[in-house]
């Protein structure tokens, strides 16, 4: 079995809010990984006292324990645990009803003997590389699909030289029509508070000797691909496994550094944290 895993904060002066994990039962047979891209709030209140890091940091590995350690829990099951533990740790301080929440992207894959498992919540994607070299990438696209109306004005604000009053007046107004859509009927879902999201998350199975490799994304990892069109899912995940996840990243990094305005690549952040799992159970 080969595991290696790599992770990097978009800005060294804050803190890197993703989380990845990987844990082997002690059986020996299977194990399973966790990862996590934590949402950064727009400045401001957002009803909570603890940061996006320690949200995740606490569904991550409530995650990661309950997928890991109670094998009779589906992945679903299993986050929406998560989600309730996570929840109930600080209730009492924080108002959880509040739209910017502390939430995050997950992305859990689950192998034993005989099959390999799978949940993706949101925009961080899971690589499935079978044993004849092809890639089969597990996304969670409703954050793609996004009503007209609001992907207009994304393009709105992404016309508008960056640093500008007009683009940050632009983007506070994109951001509240986005917020309108988290975790709402015809929008897309975040793991924050709710249990009942784990329902929405992309699901799925595959036997074990149809997978050769996993590669789980954080979505500022796999805009190598999607943002940068550097190479595709396949030529990503031959990368990972010739030359380690943290050849990914530095990759993103000096595409980051080619384009600082993001004139050429237009995205939400000019830098963004990167996460990379990779697995070959």
Same mark, same amino acid.
């Given at each position: 079995?080969?595991?290696?895993?790599?992770?990097?904060?978009?800005?060294?002066?804050?803190?890197?809010?993703?989380?990845?994990?990987?844990?082997? $039962?002690?059986?020996?047979?299977?194990?399973?990984?966790?990862?996590?891209?934590?949402?950064?709030?727009?400045?401001?209140?957002?009803?909570?006292?603890?940061?996006?890091?320690?949200?995740?940091?606490?569904?991550?590995?409530?995650?990661?324990?309950?997928?890991?350690?109670?094998?009779?829990?589906?992945?679903?099951?299993?986050?929406?645990?998560?989600?309730?533990?996570?929840?109930?740790?600080?209730?009492?301080?924080?108002?959880?009803?509040?739209?910017?929440?502390?939430?995050?992207?997950?992305?859990? +894959?689950?192998?034993?003997?005989?099959?390999?498992?799978?949940?993706?919540?949101?925009?961080?994607?899971?690589?499935?590389?079978?044993?004849?070299?092809?890639?089969? $990438?597990?996304?969670?696209?409703?954050?793609?699909?996004?009503? $007209?109306?609001?992907?207009?004005?994304?393009?709105?604000?992404?016309?508008?030289?960056?640093?500008?009053?007009?683009?940050?007046?632009?983007?506070?107004?994109?951001?509240?029509?986005?917020?309108?859509?988290?975790?709402?009927?015809?929008?897309?879902?975040?793991?924050?508070?709710?249990?009942?999201?784990?329902?929405? +998350?992309?699901?799925?199975?595959?036997?074990?000797?149809?997978?050769?490799?996993?590669?789980?994304?954080?979505?500022?990892?796999?805009?190598?691909?999607?943002?940068?069109?550097?190479?595709?899912?396949?030529?990503?995940?031959?990368?990972?496994?010739?030359?380690?996840?943290?050849?990914?990243?530095?990759?993103?990094?000096?595409?980051?550094?080619?384009?600082?305005?993001?004139?050429?690549? $237009?995205?939400?952040?000019?830098?963004?944290?990167?996460?990379?799992?990779?697995?070959?159970?």
């Amino acid at each position: 079995m080969r595991i290696e895993l790599a992770t990097g904060p978009g800005d060294p002066q804050r803190p890197n809010e993703d989380y990845a994990s990987v844990a082997l $039962p002690a059986t020996g047979q299977g194990g399973v990984l966790v990862l996590l891209d934590g949402v950064t709030p727009p400045d401001g209140d957002y009803g909570c006292v603890h940061s996006v890091p320690w949200f995740t940091a606490r569904l991550g590995g409530a995650m990661l324990e309950l997928s890991g350690s109670h094998r009779d829990m589906t992945l679903t099951e299993a986050l929406a645990a998560a989600i309730s533990r996570t929840a109930d740790a600080h209730r009492a301080s924080c108002d959880l009803s509040h739209t910017r929440t502390p939430q995050a992207t997950v992305v859990a +894959a689950r192998w034993s003997e005989r099959t390999v498992e799978h949940l993706v919540l949101s925009d961080s994607v899971l690589l499935l590389e079978h044993p004849d070299g092809s890639v089969h $990438p597990v996304l969670d696209a409703r954050l793609d699909t996004l009503p $007209p109306a609001v992907r207009a004005r994304r393009d709105a604000v992404r016309a508008l030289p960056r640093g500008s009053a007009e683009r940050a007046a632009a983007g506070r107004e994109y951001g509240r029509a986005v917020e309108t859509l988290r975790n709402a009927e015809g929008g897309f879902f975040t793991a924050a508070a709710d249990p009942s999201v784990a329902a929405r +998350a992309v699901t799925g199975s595959t036997p074990r000797s149809e997978v050769r490799s996993l590669t789980a994304l954080t979505d500022g990892a796999g805009r190598w691909v999607e943002v940068f069109r550097e190479g595709s899912w396949t030529e990503c995940t031959a990368l990972v496994a010739g030359q380690g996840p943290q050849a990914l990243i530095d990759r993103v990094r000096t595409a980051e550094a080619a384009d600082p305005e993001g004139l050429a690549h $237009p995205r939400g952040k000019a830098r963004d944290d990167a996460s990379v799992i990779f697995v070959m159970p």
